[in-house]
């Protein structure tokens, strides 16, 4: 049988679910959201701002440039208690800053920037996840002293994972140590473009990106040596603790890394006390420690993917580990990692859908070849590392074989890539979307306890219905989406379903993401009121199908009873009720995507 749904009314899980929706409540009501200065607010960049505060991440790449988060105290000398992410000066290295380090920084203070258009990336909003109010652009960074003394733990940390990291940039090219900086400390970097679509085609992500089964992995490799040391059995989860919380702290102590710790931790105590491992408090005792010590996480990515997908195991394994009795050991084994790698990828789907807008099928059956092979290439680099230290000549003769063991891992990945179908965009979920989601996947996971699955069933069920019949009942006339883009495009949209684009413009890729956010699987017609080049046309096939095509003459318009909708003038696309422009349209416009929602009377922007 699965999971005791008498679980779920544990004071353990009760009390999770309270403080969560305490913490939710406070988020809806702004307790954390950072309010920059009101100059910075009025102005939305100052040149020259001399900012002085504590660094409080490890240092980061991505194609901008490397990049710290700063907890700020001071700026132009007056108190300014903020989190500022910083992005550092190029051509310098910055391999000796660490955690805690007081600096002074001077450069260019910038709010951030919201999506320009619906599925682009949305800078504000992860500030906002990260307790931080701006960007600063540094032109000089001064450290003011050394590390104080409750940050010399994690600084030591980073300079472990650092010195890793320097390994890997050392001896290998650039590309494969991205790879194995992935795979073993989660730091991947800018990847190039086609190795991190085969990556994130196959479903493999989750590798390279912070997660808890690295944590997992060190435990296991921790606790094998010190038993074949014939470490005593308390000696031995003192070792697997210590080290496994010096690796989390050296990989930035993210919330997976924190889960799979405090976790692996309680289910030790369990069986060092003699108890049963109790998977499902672990989980919910790792969360709560989770929370107290880092509210915000709650709303993170990687927050809710870790704990989505072992929430997900903990219902699903126990009526899996019974599947094929009296099989082969190395044939149930290979069933379990094939469940644990569906169950994890129908958690995520939601989460998969409004963060990164794609989604893998290739997945379920590529991380059955690629899941073991991360614990052993991740075993492989940090031993390559650590005998690097030792015998620093033998950083020349390892790196040809990490290379090519980097590459065999891009090319299996290629390999389930391109399966046909392996990967889809998908558009962003809303509240009831999820939450018929979860409770029809809940349905599924709780199986054979038909009572309580065919309870969620019919609750997902009836939740979908209505909110589906709501829809049908507010859907507006006409929605019709201006984006802001080179050539103008548009998306308009009819309560029938159908799908029109007028001038699509060049910028075929962050059209394709607007399509994917709003579930646009094909166009029905295309209106050009200008020349498309050739190169730009056919991109737009190849990204979305299209039914039909028109050209007309500039300026077109497209009437829904009084309101109508002008595009290919002079000015831009215009919005007109009765003949008369609504003039907040061209200026918002300029700030980003605007939506004009009618049902042929009046006009809603937002």
Not at 418 to 436: E, H
Request: hydrophobic content about 50%; proline content about 7%; overall charge positive.
């Amino acid at each position: 049988m699965g999971m005791p749904l008498g679980y779920l009314r544990r004071p353990l899980f009760l009390v999770l679910v309270l403080y969560a929706s305490v913490l939710a409540c406070l988020h809806e009501r702004g307790c954390w959201r950072a309010e920059p200065p009101a100059e910075l607010q009025s102005r939305r960049r100052l040149d020259g701002a001399l900012v002085r505060g504590l660094i409080i991440s490890p240092l980061k790449e991505d194609f901008r440039g490397q990049k710290v988060f700063l907890r700020a105290d001071e700026l132009q000398g007056r108190p300014f208690l903020q989190g500022l992410l910083v992005y550092l000066p190029r051509g310098t290295d910055w391999g000796a800053l660490r955690p805690g380090m007081p600096v002074a920084i001077e450069g260019v203070l910038r709010l951030g920037r919201p999506a320009r258009n619906p599925g682009e990336f949305e800078e504000k909003g992860f500030l906002a996840d990260h307790g931080a109010s701006a960007v600063m652009k540094a032109r000089s960074l001064s450290i003011l002293g050394p590390v104080p003394g409750r940050w010399k733990l994690k600084a030591w940390a980073e300079a472990a994972r650092r010195s890793c990291e320097g390994f890997f940039k050392a001896a290998l090219p650039e590309d494969e140590a991205r790879i194995f900086s992935g795979l073993t400390l989660g730091f991947k970097g800018p990847l190039r473009r086609d190795w991190n679509r085969a990556v994130q085609d196959a479903g493999a992500m989750h590798l390279l990106v912070p997660s808890g089964a690295k944590v997992a992995f060190v435990m296991i490799i921790v606790a094998n040596l010190t038993t074949l040391a014939g470490f005593h059995v308390l000696n031995k989860l003192i070792s697997v603790f210590l080290i496994s919380a010096f690796y989390t702290l050296m990989v930035g102590a993210d919330p997976p890394y924190a889960r799979a710790l405090w976790a692996g931790t309680a289910l030790n105590l369990c069986l060092l006390c003699g108890r049963d491992s109790g998977a499902f408090q672990a989980m919910c005792l790792a969360a709560l420690l989770n929370l107290v010590w880092e509210p915000r996480d709650l709303f993170s990515a990687g927050f809710q993917m870790t704990y989505a997908a072992v929430f997900g195991l903990v219902i699903a394994m126990p009526t899996a580990q019974r599947l094929l009795p009296g099989r082969p050991k190395w044939l149930r084994g290979l069933a379990l990692v094939a469940v644990v790698s569906v169950v994890v990828q129908v958690m995520l789907w939601p989460i998969f859908a409004n963060t990164f807008g794609r989604g893998s099928l290739a997945g379920a059956c590529a991380n059955l070849v690629l899941v073991p092979a991360s614990g052993l290439l991740m075993a492989a680099g940090l031993s390559a590392w650590l005998t690097a230290l030792s015998f620093p000549a033998s950083a020349a003769r390892l790196g040809p074989l990490l290379g090519c063991l980097a590459r065999l891992f891009v090319r299996t990945c290629r390999f389930f890539a391109s399966w046909p179908g392996a990967a889809r965009d998908l558009s962003p979920m809303g509240p009831a979307a999820v939450i018929v989601y979860y409770l029809l996947a809940g349905a599924l996971l709780t199986l054979p306890r038909w009572k309580a699955s065919l309870l969620l069933a019919a609750a997902g069920l009836s939740l979908w219905t209505g909110a589906a019949v709501a829809g049908r009942l507010t859907a507006p006339a006409v929605r019709v989406l201006l984006l802001r883009s080179p050539g103008d495009p548009a998306l308009m949209t009819f309560p029938d379903g159908r799908h029109w684009l007028v001038d699509p413009g060049t910028q075929v890729s962050a059209l394709r993401k607007t399509l994917g956010s709003r579930g646009v699987a094909a166009i029905d017609r295309v209106i050009l009121t200008r020349p498309l080049p050739w190169r730009a046309w056919h991109r737009l096939r190849r990204a979305v199908p299209i039914r039909a095509a028109q050209r007309v003459a500039a300026p077109w318009r497209f009437c829904a009873q009084s309101v109508c909708f002008e595009f290919g003038g002079p000015d831009g696309p215009r919005v007109l009720r009765d003949g008369t422009q609504y003039s907040i349209t061209p200026s918002r416009l300029k700030l980003g995507a605007v939506e004009v929602l009618t049902d042929g009377a009046q006009a809603k922007i937002r």
